[in-house]
């Protein structure tokens, strides 16, 4: 299959993408903030559609350089879109990226033909943070809880180094799936600390006005959950309410759905984009 990249100017340098495939386009968003684009094991059980993605800044090949703020991230999405002359596409993002979607629904509705939005740290409350990072916790082992759990709180608030924030994340990796045996093995990837640390406290200041914002929404949308994920399940299901969409609970897997369970993703998707007149 023949990969097209591109690179779109935006505020404080460029970002980097690729386009593949045909049929109804659709953008992903992957997660982080401040991680690599690991969306490539997602990219199998979307046959016969028309995908881009891109690396979100704070890592090369995209701009490493701030703001990290979302209203930023926002204007990154709708530039990327501009560049690839699509109006208003199926947008799916993953966690962070789910987060970043729903800033998305709530400036710029009409830029999106569908939005699905998998495992993501919701838009009422606190998203389900705290809960989040508490289970994260109970799930690590008791020789590195302490570790991983200092590093994490310092990264948030950008005082810890990119080695100390890569430290952190892979201690935590097995507690992202259903069960620690059931995680494979971590990736080699790197991070962007200060992408991490910049854009976690603009999420943590927009939160309070999130689900307001999404109120009256009327674009297509549709959340997928891993039951046994981390992230709890109100994350998705009080947004879901404010939005007026449906939410897919798939058992026995964690926040990475389609490595748990390939081709889940896909069936969502598939049954949003018919509800939109997409497919």
Known sequence: MTVERFEVLVEGGALAGT??????RVLLLHGGPGLPDYLDGLLPELDGLRV??????????STAREPFDVAVQVADVVAVLDELGWESPAIVGHSWGGH???HVLAAEPGRVGAALVVEPLGAVGDGGGEEFGAE??????EDVRARAVEIDQRAMVGEASAEEALESLLLMWPAYFSAWEAAPPAPDIHIGAEAYAGTMMSIAAELPHLAGRLTGCRVPTRFVHGAMSPMPLTASTDSAAVLGAEVDV???VGHFVWIEAPGAVRRSLDALLADAGLG
């Open 19 to 24: 386009v593949q495939g045909e049929g109804p």
């Open 52 to 61: 881009a993605r891109y690396q979100q800044r704070g890592l090369a090949p």
């Open 100 to 102: 970043l979607l729903m």
């Open 136 to 141: 994260l916790e109970r799930r690590l082992p």
């Open 250 to 252: 798939v058992d026995g």
